[in-house]
T-cell receptor, first 115, second 114 residues
Framework: NAGVTQTPKFQVLKTGQSMTLQCAQDMNHEYMSWYRQDPGMGLRLIHY???????DQGEVPNGYNVSRSTTEDFPLRLLSAAPSQTSVYFC??????????????FGEGSRLTVL | AQKVTQAQTEISVVEKEDVTLDCVYETRDTTYYLFWYKQPPSGELVFLIRRNSFDEQNEISGRYSWNFQKSTSSFNFTITASQVVDSAVYFCALSLYNFNKFYFGSGTKLNVKP
């Protein structure tokens, strides 16, 4: 059971570089989301999607871009990395109806360092 | 606006002690859901419980229990007879009825010492 798969697990970037964090889920969840975790700040929502072709901003969207072309995949793009984007990123998915509604399934996290 | 506050940044207890993690939430909506997640030192996030705003019954699962009180906007988590394996960061979270956004508290780090 793969669940939510994130890649890469670790990445070091230089300021100004771009990159994409990949997220895939095999549970047919409508809802997918990206969070960043910073010390003392909990998890903050970056972007979310309630289905293929539908995305919206969360609490801290600036500097990030997302798309949802399939139910399974929800990549997060850093357009021009900044040191303030050094963080641990989590992808999560859930059902919005039916059994286990709202229970977020998380990926293992991606630790990003921007120099 | 929605907000979740976990005022306890870090708690240290000795094994077998009981410990309560506090969670206070803010929302003007009448339909919402509350959650607790555990993040052990290995870093993954694990779902513990979901509670909807219409169900104020306390819940017990083994050594874990949850106390939901709408009157005080609190959803506290108690671990009875704590064990070293309970050492983790615990997050409380809130979502409205449509599950579009989830709002997390800043987390409480629990250290259980042998």
């Amino acid at each position: 059971n793969a669940g939510v798969t994130q890649t890469p697990k670790f990445q070091v970037l230089k300021t100004g570089q771009s990159m994409t964090l990949q997220c895939a889920q095999d549970m047919n969840h409508e809802y997918m989301s990206w969070y960043r975790q910073d010390p003392g700040m909990g998890l903050r929502l970056i972007h979310y999607s309630v289905g293929a072709g539908i995305t919206d901003q969360g609490e801290v969207p600036n500097g990030y871009n997302v798309s949802r072309s399939t139910t399974e995949d929800f990549p997060l793009r850093l357009l021009s990395a900044a040191p303030s984007q050094t963080s641990v990123y989590f992808c999560a998915s859930t059902r919005r109806q039916g059994r286990n509604t709202g229970e977020l399934f998380f990926g293992e996290g991606s630790r990003l360092t921007v120099l | 606006a929605q907000k979740v506050t976990q005022a306890q940044t870090e708690i240290s207890v000795v094994e077998k002690e009981d410990v309560t993690l506090d969670c206070v939430y803010e929302t003007r909506d009448t339909t919402y859901y509350l959650f607790w997640y555990k993040q052990p030192p290995s870093g993954e996030l694990v779902f513990l419980i979901r509670r909807n705003s219409f169900d104020e019954q306390n819940e017990i699962s083994g050594r874990y229990s949850w106390n939901f009180q709408k009157s005080t906007s609190s959803f506290n988590f108690t671990i009875t007879a704590s064990q070293v394996v309970d050492s983790a960061v615990y997050f409380c979270a809130l979502s409205l009825y449509n599950f579009n956004k989830f709002y997390f508290g800043s987390g409480t780090k629990l250290n259980v010492k042998p």
